[in-house]
């Protein structure tokens, strides 16, 4: 029997709609921002783009834009893909010492002549809204307060509303999630765990994914491989993130999961495009908001 077939029973997941919950998350950003601004404080963003990469640009005009949209100011340097890392070294430093930049981003993946760590070394952890720098990182793991990578951030924002919404918490269930990377495997695992959930992460080393898979009551699939996860491999009930975001060769963004197998077993899902991507850029506003706030010790008095 198909996974559509096995699914005909149960109704179709619910949808959770990133568009919406950004628009929520950006309406709360761009409300403190207006309180800064009343102070005489204005958010800055500075964000660095090394090449022409086409994808990397729609990214850095999106995040762009997203500033324009809540007041913060943002500065936008485009750099060629000739770039030495001396050179963006330099102006990292200049954007740190810079009192009005509240926050620094390097669109990644940078030219193979630049060390990536060595950037992300570089930006004053303050400023770390990407929260890359491992000492926004060790501040993760040992459960306090830091800036936090967007993506996983963001998601767990998803899953709050989700929460809210349905009475469904991580505490206590088996989360698995598919990437270690820096940028959203490690830490999505960390929030995980400290919301209390019991995370596994799997990655291509990893025996019987589809064995892990089956027994998450929370899939986040962060792997880079367009429709890995297939259908049949949800466990029924679920709640599934995709945060893959892949073109097709007939111009369609599909995720890392069968989306169309895997509505049908679990309990929540979210579309690609349309779910994960919003709430990345919703939550980088949050960091910028939160950055200024915290270098600029501003109280409410």
């Not at 303050?126 to 830091?146: E, I, Q």
């Not at 469904?168 to 765990?193: D, F, H, N, Q």
Request: hydrophobic letters at 45%; charged letters at 20%.
């Amino acid at each position: 029997m198909s996974d559509i077939d096995m699914g005909a029973a149960r109704m179709a997941a619910t949808v959770l709609d990133g568009k919406a919950m950004a628009a929520m998350l950006r309406a709360e950003a761009q409300r403190d921002a207006k309180e800064l601004i009343a102070k005489g404080i204005t958010p800055g963003l500075a964000v660095a783009l090394v090449g022409e990469d086409p994808a990397s640009a729609v990214y850095v005009r999106n995040k762009v834009k997203a500033c324009e949209e809540l007041g913060i100011v943002s500065t936008m340097q485009t750099l060629p893909a000739t770039t030495s890392e001396t050179e963006l070294l330099a102006l990292i430093d200049r954007w740190n010492a810079d009192p009005s930049i509240d926050g620094i981003l390097v669109q990644l993946p940078v030219p193979k002549q630049i060390r990536t760590n060595a950037l992300i070394d570089r930006i004053d952890p303050a400023k770390d809204v990407d929260g890359f720098h491992p000492h926004n990182l060790g501040l993760l793991a040992a459960g306090r307060a830091g800036l936090v990578a967007c993506t996983p951030a963001g998601v767990m924002k998803m899953l709050a509303i989700y929460g809210k919404a349905y009475g469904w918490t991580p505490a206590g269930k088996r989360a698995v999630v598919l990437g270690r990377s820096i940028t959203v495997g490690k830490p999505m695992a960390m929030l995980l765990t400290n919301a209390d959930a019991t995370v596994t992460i799997c990655h291509s080393r990893t025996p019987d994914l589809a064995g892990h898979v089956a027994q998450a009551d929370l899939l986040i699939a962060a792997v880079g491989q367009r429709h890995l996860v297939q259908g049949g491999w949800i466990k029924p009930g679920a709640v599934v993130i995709d945060v893959g975001i892949h073109r097709g060769d007939d111009g369609k963004l599909t995720g890392d999961v069968d989306y169309e197998a895997a509505r049908w077993r679990a309990a929540a899902i979210t579309p690609v495009p349309g779910g994960v991507g919003p709430m990345t850029i919703a939550q980088l506003m949050r960091n910028t908001v939160d950055a200024c706030t915290q270098r600029r010790a501003v109280t409410n008095a």
